[in-house]
């Protein structure tokens, strides 16, 4: 069961790039990495996905090394609207035993 | 597609009654589960279904029942509830082709005295 390790708060101004890092040193072959975002009073929400190397979407990209033991959420140019939790999930959901457990999120505040 | 729904939205329980918190997806996934969230806390894992007539357990289970007799529907039941009950209960189902993929449901806000 792979666990994972974000920061717990950060802060950021309106306009810069955000990188948020997930330790995941236990992380399984066939294991997943997620991204999700939640907003108060609200379920979360999917944003990105990969298993290896780079991974780029309209929202965000993923950045994975070789090792997969980490990997960084960057936001381009974030808005205050981007205020919100981000997870990091580390799991693969195939008809096997695995439970998909979540951290503890990191709390990213967006200053104007 | 309606997506994951979850009934009620909201629940007011007294200590040791029991209720059913409802569970339904309609895009043919194969896995779900139920998460709750306490306030300012994290989601913790309290079942999961990888099937139809396949449930296990999570994180934090006691005093929870599932069941899946159908892949749409997934109810998650409390026995005796107990005022650490309390919490925001998020349903989620994956599609079963690998990944972890999660749609999760809008939530239910139980709240038991």
């Known amino acids: 069961l792979a666990k994972t390790t974000q920061p717990i708060s950060m802060d950021s101004y309106e306009g810069q790039e955000v990188n948020i890092t997930c330790s995941h040193n236990?992380?399984?072959?066939?294991?997943?990495i997620t991204w999700y975002q939640q907003f108060p009073s609200q379920g979360p929400r999917f944003i990105i996905q990969?298993?290896?190397t780079k991974v780029t979407n309209e929202v965000a990209s993923l950045f994975i090394p070789a090792d997969r033991k980490s990997s960084t959420l960057s936001l381009p140019r974030v808005s205050l609207s981007d205020t919100a939790v981000y997870y990091c999930?580390?799991?693969?959901?195939?008809?096997?035993?695995?439970?998909?457990?979540f951290g503890t999120g990191t709390r990213l505040t967006i200053i104007p | 597609n309606a997506g994951v729904t979850q009934t009620p939205k909201f629940q007011v329980l007294k200590t040791g009654q029991s209720m059913t918190l409802q569970c339904a997806q309609d895009m043919n996934h194969e896995y779900m589960s139920w998460y709750r969230q306490d306030p300012g806390m994290g989601l913790r894992l309290i079942h999961y279904s990888v099937g139809a007539g396949i449930t296990d357990q999570g994180e934090v289970p006691n005093g929870y029942n599932v069941s899946r007799s159908t892949t749409e529907d997934f109810p998650l039941r409390l026995l005796s509830a107990a005022p650490s009950q309390t919490s925001v209960y998020f349903c989620?189902?994956?599609?079963?082709?690998?990944?972890?993929?999660?749609?999760f449901g809008p939530g239910t806000r139980l709240t038991v005295l």
């Open positions: 236990n992380i399984a072959t066939n294991d997943y």
């Open positions: 990969g298993y290896k």
């Open positions: 989620a189902s994956t599609p079963g082709t690998g990944g972890n993929t999660q749609y």
């Open positions: 999930l580390v799991g693969w959901a195939n008809f096997g035993n695995e439970k998909l457990t």
